[in-house]
């Protein structure tokens, strides 16, 4: 079959490449010149099944109204702003804060992380990929024993739904990763040995290439327009240069797949939640981590990618605006300092902001549409690498006729309209 893919960021390209694999005749169209050079650029790098726990939940409404005034809290969101989108997603954020909606949302991201996880394994030794990767899995430290209790009752749900965790002493932590050694308010850690880290951005460049030895076409610099239809199927995608009538569409425009198909009628609650990141030059290598490190309580993620550390973080709803607010920046470049004060001289701060494409339940939305021949891969929000090649393994599962490899319960557009 004929099919474009609609965005060249870590999504479309996966969902392009196993498209190809399957057999198909597949165009990508992109605005930017690259592939990956909007939000899936300068990520925090990790593969992380074990941050499946979402968004939502119930003491986030309360700690969100308390950080609402400090401009450089960890998640910034303006309920005064005149955005009616937020709002509306705002509502359905709130239903999905209690417990029972957490274990169902957490499931159903776990599994797709942890299937994406292995089919990330199988391409990386199907193709010997190469993107900085590091697979010495992800260590979550605490810094006070109340966090920490927190973070092993998470543990304990993950665990009962396939994610397994170790639960180290602080100094097991320093042991597991001796950069550790200047933490002096460690509590304890939880390890997921099987997770990992790596360049998204060099990731996608890298399968790119692949996908364009299996004979994907990457239209870059070309803005998409608009879709039309004619009773079930999407029939045209207008350009600004082009006019395309495939048989299959994938949709895999991040945050800009609302605005993209609400002509259509569909009704898309993914808003923006932007987000910042740091890479700096590694000046002394054993000081800075080569385990991929989350700080649960500064809300932060440190990754090693070859010479240089990337530390990511913060979450602000403010509509779609990627603009770099040095106040945001700021706790970065502080937090990096304190953890691992030898790993840079932080004098070059290559500082960056992305728009994580968020759903109020924090699972990406997956599968087709009421267009026969439209299907959906965005709204991966925190965890599109992480999901990236697991969701594009079941979208061509899909488009071939094949079942896919999980269960596709909750994971699609229609769990939003009851
Ligand atoms: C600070 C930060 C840290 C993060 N850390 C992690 C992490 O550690 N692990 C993890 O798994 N995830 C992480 N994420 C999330 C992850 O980066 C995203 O979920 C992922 O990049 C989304 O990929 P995507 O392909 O859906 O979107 P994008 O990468 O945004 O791709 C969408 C593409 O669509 C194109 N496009 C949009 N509109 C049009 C148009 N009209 N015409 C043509 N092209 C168009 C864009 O140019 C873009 O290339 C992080 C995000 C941020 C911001």
Redesign the pocket.
């Not at 609609?6 to 479309?12: N, P, S």
């Not at 169209?29 to 930017?32: L, N, P, S």
């Given at each position: 079959m004929k099919i474009v893919v609609?965005?060249?960021?870590?999504?479309?390209t996966t969902t392009a490449y196993f498209l190809a694999e399957a057999g198909h005749e597949v165009v990508v169209?992109?605005?930017?010149a690259g592939p990956?050079?909007?939000?899936?650029f300068a990520?925090?790098?990790?593969?992380?099944a074990c941050h499946a726990k979402p968004w939502a939940g119930p003491g986030v409404p309360s700690q969100a109204f308390r950080w609402m005034f400090a401009p450089d809290a960890p998640l910034l969101f303006k309920p005064w702003r005149w955005d009616p989108s937020l709002w509306k997603w705002g509502m359905r954020f709130l239903r999905n804060c209690t417990d029972t909606r957490v274990r169902i949302n957490m499931d159903r991201t776990l599994r797709v992380a942890l299937y994406s996880r292995a089919v990330l394994k199988a391409l990386r030794q199907h193709t010997n990929i190469q993107y900085a990767q590091e697979l010495r899995g992800i260590l979550h430290i605490y810094r006070s024993a109340d966090s920490f209790a927190e973070g092993r009752a998470t543990a304990a749900e993950l665990a009962s739904l396939g994610l397994s965790q170790d639960v180290l002493t602080a100094a097991e932590c320093v042991a597991a990763e001796p950069a550790l050694r200047d933490a002096h308010t460690l509590a304890g850690g939880l390890m997921s040995p099987e997770d990992e880290s790596g360049d998204?951005h060099r990731f996608t460049e890298e399968l790119a290439t692949l996908a364009g030895n299996l004979g994907v076409v990457f239209r870059y610099g070309?803005?998409?327009r608009s879709l039309s239809a004619h009773g079930r199927a999407v029939t045209d995608i207008i350009t600004d240069r082009d006019r395309y009538t495939p048989d299959g569409i994938v949709v895999?425009?991040?945050?800009?797949a609302p605005a993209?198909l609400r002509p259509l009628g569909l009704d898309l609650p993914i808003y923006p939640a932007?987000?910042?990141?740091i890479t700096v030059d590694i000046a002394q290598e054993n000081a800075a981590p080569r385990v991929s490190i989350t700080d649960e309580t500064r809300y932060m993620?440190f990754?090693r990618l070859g010479h240089r550390m990337r530390v990511?973080?913060t979450a602000e709803l403010a509509g779609w605006d990627a603009s770099l607010n040095p106040v945001r920046v700021e706790p970065l470049v502080r937090n990096a300092r304190e953890l691992f004060p030898h790993a840079s001289d932080y004098s070059s701060v290559n500082a960056w902001?992305?728009?994580?494409?968020a759903t109020p339940d924090s699972v990406p939305i997956i599968g087709g549409t009421r267009y026969d021949n439209l299907f959906l891969n965005?709204g991966?929000?925190?965890?599109?690498?992480?999901?990236?090649c697991g969701s594009a393994k079941v979208i061509a599962d899909l488009i071939s006729g094949r079942a896919p490899e999980i269960d596709m319960t909750g994971l699609g557009l229609d769990r939003f309209s009851s």
């Open positions: 609609l965005g060249a960021g870590v999504v479309g169209i992109d605005r930017q990956g050079l909007e939000t899936s990520n925090g790098a990790q593969i992380s998204a070309e803005t998409i895999c425009l991040g945050s800009y993209m932007k987000g910042y990141s993620v990754s990511a973080g902001a992305g728009l994580r494409p965005t991966h929000g925190t965890l599109g690498w992480t999901m990236a």
